[in-house]
Structures are given as structure tokens and as C-alpha cells.
């Protein structure tokens, strides 16, 4: 029973990984129109982790990309769904593995979110811990 | 001690180290997680501000969830910023208090006056720094214009210095008249008017005290032109060695000739 266990969990493991939008394979900026959000999402890839997140709005388009922190060849990834770019944001929060910065870049845009999800997380972090 | 009893030790240190590290990296990421609310929209966020507060939390999240609260600019943001500051006490309480300054609402600005006039030192020192956090001299001047206490006056008098609170510093000259704590706030305020008046307030001063306080405001208001006068003026030798004293500090050019003149007795 405990190898069929282990099996079970580590295709859990997998498909929840699989449920987030994946970068490509180099390194550089990659952007996602997030739909419902009006909003761009920005990821820097560097050594095959991400270390920064960016989002841009109507609102801050003013700063530009050199503003924001963005610079170089940007891949256009296409749109993402509100709900994916919060499961991408909160993949990054959770990996203790990743560097803190990008962490706190992901946690910081889960608050700007509005989003039920986000928001049981930050609960989580805050109040179950 | 031998090797084994060694290795135990450093092992249980390790584990304590990580495990210390593990607790604040833990705290750090929840202060990230408060931190991150201040621009989400307030009705997610106050709800979890305020179970910051009520929890069993570290004073370092409190305060900073104290912060998030003075920055929401929501009547119910403010309102429990402003319960906050009544309810709690000590430390909290004081932040509470200077919260409620940077947020700068001026309802619970002018909530604050009660709590100063029931607080103890350190709330009332809080509230005032709030007021000067808000730029609110004329609350200031109130607490300085209804006290009958020295040191409280002195402290607000002092505050409106700082402010360069020009306007109320003079309506207290008007009507308290002169002392040592307002001489020196109008020469911090800068006001132009009030320094040149140093120089009659020294001439025309009755204690010695108006008199030091005049010289120290020509002093911290950097006016030579006055402390010339006043030397050219005085009479009295132990006056004219004290104003001597004021030149030399503030480094005023023509004191060497002053003090050449004074060594020959020709002056």
C-alpha cells in the first residue's frame, strides 16, 4: 500500500507543478497579458529559476519598462488567465528553494490580486505558521 | 570531554542555528506578507490587520500592521487605528498614536487631544509627535496656549520652533510674553522678524535668563549683524566678554579684530 501511496503523491506533486504556466528554456524576461486584469505580468528567468517579477497596469505605464527594472529581449508568452497568474505567483511564494526577493516579489503581487486564492495564502502565512 | 560528547554539542548548535534562522526567515516573510497588503484594497486587507492586532503576534508585525492601517485612508481604517491608540498602551500605543500623524486624517488628528490631556508623558510626547508628523501647528499651539505646565509648554513651544510655525509662535509671544523656551524657538523658527528682535529683546531684558536665551537665539539663527550690535553696544565688561564668547563660537570673522581692540583697551 505505501509504494501506491508514494506513487499517488508524487503525481499529485507533479500535476500541481504541471498547473502552473512554465517559463521557456532561457534565460530573460518573459510577459503574459493576464486576461480579466488589464495587466501585464513580467517573470526575469536567470540560471533556470525565476528571480523577478514585474507587473505592469494602465495606471504605471508612465515608468516604462527601464522604470519597472526591465530591460533586454522581453518573450511574449501570450495571455494567462487571472486564476493561472495567481497559481504561477503562488508557486513562486511557496518555493522556499527560490530566492527571497522573487519570493517577496510574488507575495506582493498575490496581495494586489484580489483573489480568494491569494488570499487564503496570505491568511496561511500569517496565521497558521 | 570526549569526541563523541563533541560532536553532539556542535550537532545541537547546528540544529539550534538552523532552526533560529528558520523562525526568522518565517517572520520575515510574514512581515512581506503584512507589507505587501498596503496596496491591496482595504476590504481584504483590514480584516487581516486586525487580527494581526488582536493576536498573538510580534510587536515588530504589529507595528507594522499598525502602519498598514494609517496608510489605508479608510474611515474604518482610521476609526480602528484610533481605537487602537485609545485601547492599547505602552509601546503599541505610542505608534498607534504616531500612526494616526502619518496618515494625517484630521478626524482622528483632532481625536488625539483627549488622549493627550488623559495620557501620561509618553503619549503625550506621541501625540505631539504626530502633530508635527502632520504638520499640524495649530494643534500645537493649542496644547502650548491652554497649559499652565512649563515643561509641557516648553515642549510644544519647542515643537513649533521646529515647524518654522512662525504665525503661532509670535500669537504666544503675544500673549505670554517673552521666555528662555520661546526666545529659542523663534530664532529655530527662522523667522526674520523675530531675530532682529533678538537683539531689543537683549537690550531691554530683565533677568539674565531672557538675556543668555536672546545670545544663544542670535547664535543658533546665525545673525553676526545682531551679536555685533550687541557687542558694540554693551557697557559692561563681563557682558562684552560674554557676547566676545558667542563671536569666537560662531566662528564670526571680525572677532579677531574685536579681540585685538579689547587686548589694547581701545575698544
Not at chain 1, 500535476?15 to 526575469?44: H, I, N, R
Not at chain 2, 501625540?127 to 509641557?152: G, K, Q, S
Not at chain 2, 515642549?155 to 518654522?164: C, K
Not at chain 2, 523656551?181 to 533678538?198: F, Y
Given at each position: 500500500?505505501?509504494?501506491?501511496?508514494?506513487?499517488?503523491?508524487?503525481?499529485?506533486?507533479?500535476?500541481?507543478?504541471?498547473?502552473?504556466?512554465?517559463?521557456?528554456?532561457?534565460?530573460?524576461?518573459?510577459?503574459?497579458?493576464?486576461?480579466?486584469?488589464?495587466?501585464?505580468?513580467?517573470?526575469l528567468?536567470?540560471?533556470?529559476?525565476?528571480?523577478?517579477?514585474?507587473?505592469?497596469?494602465?495606471?504605471?505605464?508612465?515608468?516604462?519598462?527601464?522604470?519597472?527594472?526591465?530591460?533586454?529581449?522581453?518573450?511574449?508568452?501570450?495571455?494567462?488567465?487571472?486564476?493561472?497568474?495567481?497559481?504561477?505567483?503562488?508557486?513562486?511564494?511557496?518555493?522556499?528553494?527560490?530566492?527571497?526577493?522573487?519570493?517577496?516579489?510574488?507575495?506582493f503581487?498575490?496581495?494586489?490580486?484580489?483573489?480568494?486564492?491569494?488570499?487564503?495564502?496570505?491568511?496561511?502565512l500569517?496565521?497558521?505558521? | 570531554?570526549?569526541?563523541?560528547?563533541?560532536?553532539?554539542?556542535?550537532?545541537?548548535?547546528?540544529?539550534?542555528?538552523?532552526?533560529?534562522l528558520?523562525?526568522?526567515?518565517?517572520?520575515?516573510?510574514?512581515?512581506?506578507?503584512?507589507?505587501?497588503?498596503i496596496?491591496?484594497?482595504?476590504?481584504?486587507?483590514?480584516?487581516?490587520?486586525?487580527?494581526v492586532?488582536?493576536?498573538?503576534?510580534?510587536?515588530?508585525?504589529?507595528?507594522?500592521?499598525?502602519?498598514?492601517?494609517?496608510?489605508?485612508?479608510?474611515?474604518?481604517?482610521?476609526?480602528?487605528?484610533?481605537?487602537?491608540?485609545?485601547?492599547?498602551?505602552?509601546?503599541?500605543?505610542?505608534?498607534?498614536?504616531?500612526?494616526?500623524?502619518?496618515?494625517?486624517?484630521?478626524?482622528?488628528?483632532a481625536?488625539?487631544?483627549?488622549?493627550?490631556?488623559?495620557?501620561?508623558?509618553?503619549?503625550r510626547e506621541?501625540?505631539?509627535?504626530a502633530?508635527?508628523?502632520?504638520?499640524?501647528?495649530?494643534?500645537?499651539?493649542?496644547?502650548?496656549?491652554?497649559?499652565?505646565?512649563?515643561?509641557?509648554?516648553?515642549?510644544?513651544?519647542?515643537?513649533?520652533?521646529?515647524?518654522?510655525?512662525n504665525?503661532?509662535?509670535?500669537?504666544?509671544?503675544?500673549?505670554?510674553?517673552?521666555s528662555?523656551?520661546?526666545?529659542?524657538?523663534?530664532?529655530?523658527?527662522?523667522?526674520?522678524?523675530?531675530?532682529?528682535?533678538?537683539?531689543?529683546?537683549?537690550?531691554?531684558?530683565?533677568?539674565?535668563?531672557?538675556?543668555?536665551?536672546?545670545?544663544e537665539?542670535?547664535?543658533?539663527?546665525?545673525?553676526?549683524?545682531?551679536?555685533?550690535?550687541?557687542?558694540?553696544s554693551?557697557?559692561?565688561?563681563?557682558?562684552?566678554?560674554?557676547?566676545?564668547?558667542?563671536l569666537?563660537?560662531?566662528?564670526?570673522?571680525?572677532?579677531?579684530?574685536?579681540?585685538?581692540?579689547?587686548?589694547?583697551?581701545?575698544?
Amino acid at each position: 500500500m505505501r509504494p501506491a501511496k508514494t506513487v499517488a503523491l508524487a503525481l499529485l506533486g507533479l500535476a500541481l507543478l504541471w498547473s502552473a504556466p512554465s517559463l521557456g528554456d532561457s534565460d530573460g524576461w518573459y510577459k503574459w497579458q493576464v486576461e480579466d486584469a488589464t495587466s501585464e505580468l513580467y517573470v526575469l528567468k536567470k540560471d533556470d529559476q525565476p528571480v523577478s517579477i514585474r507587473m505592469f497596469n494602465p495606471d504605471c505605464q508612465t515608468w516604462g519598462h527601464k522604470g519597472q527594472g526591465i530591460s533586454g529581449e522581453i518573450t511574449d508568452m501570450g495571455t494567462l488567465s487571472l486564476d493561472d497568474s495567481v497559481t504561477m505567483l503562488l508557486d513562486i511564494a511557496r518555493s522556499s528553494e527560490l530566492d527571497k526577493d522573487v519570493r517577496e516579489d510574488a507575495l506582493f503581487w498575490l496581495a494586489q490580486s484580489n483573489s480568494d486564492a491569494a488570499y487564503v495564502y496570505i491568511n496561511q502565512l500569517l496565521f497558521d505558521s | 570531554m570526549n569526541n563523541s560528547f563533541k560532536l553532539a554539542m556542535v550537532a545541537t548548535l547546528l540544529l539550534l542555528t538552523t532552526s533560529s534562522l528558520a523562525q526568522t526567515d518565517d517572520e520575515d516573510f510574514r512581515m512581506t506578507a503584512l507589507e505587501a497588503l498596503i496596496a491591496a484594497p482595504p476590504e481584504r486587507a483590514l480584516p487581516i490587520v486586525e487580527k494581526v492586532l488582536a493576536g498573538n503576534h510580534s510587536t515588530d508585525l504589529k507595528e507594522r500592521a499598525l502602519f498598514i492601517l494609517s496608510q489605508m485612508e479608510t474611515p474604518e481604517s482610521q476609526a480602528q487605528l484610533l481605537a487602537f491608540a485609545n485601547d492599547s498602551q505602552g509601546g503599541l500605543q505610542t505608534e498607534a498614536i504616531r500612526m494616526i500623524g502619518i496618515g494625517g486624517d484630521k478626524e482622528a488628528l483632532a481625536s488625539l487631544g483627549q488622549l493627550y490631556r488623559g495620557g501620561d508623558a509618553n503619549v503625550r510626547e506621541a501625540v505631539l509627535e504626530a502633530y508635527l508628523i502632520a504638520d499640524d501647528a495649530a494643534a500645537i499651539f493649542e496644547i502650548a496656549a491652554n497649559t499652565d505646565d512649563e515643561e509641557e509648554f516648553e515642549d510644544a513651544v519647542e515643537m513649533l520652533g521646529a515647524m518654522g510655525a512662525n504665525e503661532q509662535l509670535r500669537e504666544l509671544r503675544g500673549r505670554n510674553g517673552l521666555s528662555e523656551s520661546l526666545i529659542l524657538a523663534l530664532a529655530i523658527s527662522g523667522d526674520a522678524e523675530a531675530v532682529n528682535d533678538l537683539v531689543s529683546i537683549y537690550q531691554d531684558a530683565e533677568t539674565e535668563e531672557i538675556k543668555d536665551s536672546a545670545l544663544e537665539g542670535l547664535m543658533i539663527a546665525g545673525h553676526d549683524e545682531g551679536m555685533l550690535q550687541l557687542y558694540r553696544s554693551a557697557g559692561d565688561a563681563a557682558d562684552k566678554r560674554q557676547i566676545l564668547e558667542y563671536l569666537v563660537m560662531m566662528d564670526n570673522e571680525a572677532v579677531w579684530d574685536l579681540i585685538d581692540s579689547a587686548l589694547e583697551g581701545s575698544n
